[in-house]
């Protein structure tokens, strides 16, 4: 079987991670063709936008794409064409994986937890102002439907895969009304999966709870920022956002991503890690049914990682970008 998927390939070390992980997925053998657009920062002197219609037209005709990470301006710019790409064809989960890789260095063993993340309201829906010169206003929007759909994609992740207990994460003893709706929903939901466990924390505690028994949770459902949050506190559990992939998901539509930004200062040095991005293809065979190619994918690295010859050095090693991922796809090749 054959499949067209959107690649954009982003700004920063987004290029070169890009072409790290396409010579992972041709040593599949899996049947890709990527049709390659532009996004960021250089479309605005070309297109006018950082995010092209054209772009979305794409993702919306192949229903899969994959992406470089794109740069977003802190405190002025344009808006994040991450959120705008998830707003835009409502990819409402956001799914970062967090599992243990043999050979880096964290005092944390076998992890293997999920955040499942709401990924088109909280503060993330942009209604924001300046109330005066000295005062700005943010708007926090946590609506029942939404947690509903959040809710019921994590409980089936967790039934398809096997997994046993699901936590619903907020700050409800706080904000009563907005975090309280998500959590009623989230137990409306639960109430339809007898067979998972259920149980709630609040953020802060969880935060604490995840650097002390990470081992205890399973799938973690949570609203946008706080998923956010604690994705990135998870990678670090495994040895740091370089490892660490993601997936955003709709019903119509898929885009794949590494959660780490794209680090313009070291873009064109070829001395990034690729694994996240790489990783996140594998999460892209999980989609489309290539399971076989997505193993492939996720044991490679990991033998990769773990015998510590050709890694890059945020894993301790001196090999560049695409030697590493030409290790990967040689072990690929011959499993």
């Known amino acids: 079987m054959s499949y067209k998927i959107t690649l954009l390939p982003g700004d920063g ?21 990527f049709e390659e657009l532009a996004a960021g920062e250089e479309t605005i002197a070309t297109d006018n936008t950082p995010l092209p219609d054209k772009v979305l037209e794409s993702i919306k005709k192949n229903k899969v794409a994959i992406k470089g990470p794109i740069t977003t ?134 935060s604490m709870q995840l650097v002390i028994k990470p081992n205890q949770y399973d799938v973690i459902v949570t609203e946008n920022l706080y998923g956010d949050i604690l994705s990135d506190l998870c990678a670090g559990l495994i040895g740091g956002l370089g490892v660490a992939p993601g997936a955003n998901i ?43 190619a997505a193993n492939k994918v996720e044991d490679c690295v990991n033998r990769v990682i773990s015998e510590g010859k050709t890694i890059t050095y945020d894993l301790g090693g001196t090999a560049t970008t695409q030697e590493m991922a030409e290790a990967i796809a040689d072990k690929v090749k011959n499993r």
């Not at 010579?23 to 899996?30: L, S």
């Not at 991005?277 to 076989?292: K, Q, Y």
Request: charged share 30%; with cysteine; aromatic share 8%.
């Open 250 to 292: 709709g019903d119509d539509s898929a885009v794949f991503e590494p959660i780490h930004g794209s680090a313009p200062k070291h873009a064109g040095k070829q001395k990034v890690n690729p694994s996240a991005l790489i990783l996140s293809a594998a999460l892209m065979f999980r989609h489309i049914g290539e399971n076989d």
């Open 73 to 206: 301006p802190v405190g002025s710019g344009f808006r994040s064409v991450n959120v705008a790409l998830r707003k835009k064809l409502d990819l409402y989960a956001c799914l970062r994986p967090t599992k243990s890789i043999k050979g880096l260095k964290t005092p944390f063993k076998d992890i293997d937890l999920v955040i499942v993340r709401e990924n088109t309201e909280d503060l993330y829906a942009g209604i924001e102002r300046m109330i005066n010169d000295d005062k700005a206003e943010s708007i926090k929007i946590i609506t029942r439907q939404a947690s509903e759909k959040i809710a019921k994609f994590a409980f089936d992740y967790a039934k398809k895969y096997g997994r046993k207990k699901v936590t619903s994460v907020t700050k409800a003893n706080i904000m009563k009304y907005t975090d309280g709706l998500f959590f009623e929903a989230c137990r409306e939901i639960a109430q339809r999966y007898p067979d998972i466990e259920y149980e709630e924390r609040l953020i802060d505690a969880m």
């Open 13 to 33: 070390i987004g290029p070169e991670i890009t072409t790290a992980m396409k010579k992972v997925v041709a040593a599949t053998g899996v049947d890709i063709e």
